[in-house]
């Protein structure tokens, strides 16, 4: 079921247009990220999303409501990057008051820290938290209501490898739920197992969309390859694969994807030189410097 629908959205600033005619739909479960150069125009998607900001042309839709009507609003969840809270208030008060704003029983609070990792500093005041504390606080508030679409803007910046982690299990979790989310994110490792989609935006424009395999396939970039020599067969591995290069005690090439099955069986045949290899898929940040450098 489709959740969210762009259509040929486009937003001007003057006589700028900082989003041309971006057309994408995100279903119900799906985890979509969208990338992009700073001012490539994620913001501005988002803002219109929301409903912040007006169209110049095209649309949205979030599951047949327009943005910012009271429907969509309480379909939709946002995140921003810096999530700002009274430094004087606890967890606890500060969801209670956000629940309350909603309409919702501020009992509810509890069990929305405890999803988000708070239960033991619910009690203390948000100043002192760290600032994963603070994001997880956030995405509490986001929680509110059980909303059908999460946009986060940069929601793990600033956050330790761990929080990231966790952040991310939590994402999983609501997208399992059924929620469709839309995050932007310019830490792209990060990204490649916990999204089904990416979206790249540049100068505006929707320069690639689709799985990440789907997008490495049609990119069609070389693999890395390691092979370490087994015990004093260095030169001969060497000679045996030419247009490798020597890197410390291992050897390192490149092989397009189409030629992956071929040298698995040169490495097969000379598997008695072979301590050990390794193959690496093009890394989304490959990937996208690659669609950034073409789209530029
Ligand atoms: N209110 C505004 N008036 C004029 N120009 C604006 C306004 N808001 C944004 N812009 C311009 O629109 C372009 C897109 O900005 P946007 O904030 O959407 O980028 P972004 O992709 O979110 O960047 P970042 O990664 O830095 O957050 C930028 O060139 C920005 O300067």
């Known amino acids: 079921m489709t959740i969210l629908t762009l259509s040929h959205l486009t937003k001007r600033y003057g006589t700028r247009t900082v989003l041309d005619d971006v057309s994408l739909t995100i279903s119900a479960g799906e985890r979509v990220a969208l990338l992009g150069h ?6 501005t998607m988002m803002k219109l999303i929301l409903g912040l900001i007006h169209a110049d042309g095209g649309a949205v839709d979030i599951a047949g409501h ?3 009507s009271s429907v969509a609003r309480s379909l939709t969840a946002y995140l921003p990057e810096n999530a700002a809270f009274h ?3 606890t967890a606890r008060e500060q969801i209670r008051h956000y629940l309350r704003l909603r309409g919702q029983p501020a009992s509810k609070a509890d069990a929305l820290l405890e999803k988000v990792g708070l ?4 009690r203390r005041r948000i100043g002192t938290y760290s600032k994963g504390m603070r994001q997880r606080v956030g995405l509490a508030q986001a ?5 059908r679409l999460m946009i986060l803007d940069e929601p793990t910046s600033g956050l330790d490898p761990v929080s990231r982690r966790e952040f991310y299990a939590l994402l999983d979790e609501l997208a399992a739920q059924g929620t469709a989310i839309l995050l932007s994110s310019h830490a792209l490792s990060e990204l490649e197992a916990r999204t089904d ?11 690639a969309e689709g799985p990440l395999a789907q997008l490495r396939g049609e990119a069609d970039l070389p693999l890395t390859v390691h092979i370490l020599p087994a015990e004093g067969q ?12 020597p890197q410390g005690n291992a050897l390192f090439l490149h092989c397009a994807p189409s030629d992956k099955l071929a040298l698995l069986e040169r490495i097969a ?26 789209a530029a």
């Open 87 to 89: 430094p004087a208030l």
């Open 143 to 147: 929680l509110i209501g059980a909303p």
């Open 234 to 245: 260095g030169a001969v591995l060497a000679a045996a694969f030419p247009e490798a290069e």
């Open 38 to 43: 700073n001012g490539a125009g994620k913001s």
């Open 269 to 294: 045949a000379n598997r008695h030189l072979v301590a050990d290899f390794d193959l690496q898929p093009a890394s989304l940040d490959d990937l996208y410097s690659h669609i950034s450098r073409r």
């Open 197 to 207: 989609r990416i979206v790249i935006l540049s100068g505006g424009k929707m320069v």
């Open 119 to 122: 239960a033991d500093a619910a």
């Open 66 to 68: 327009a943005p910012g």
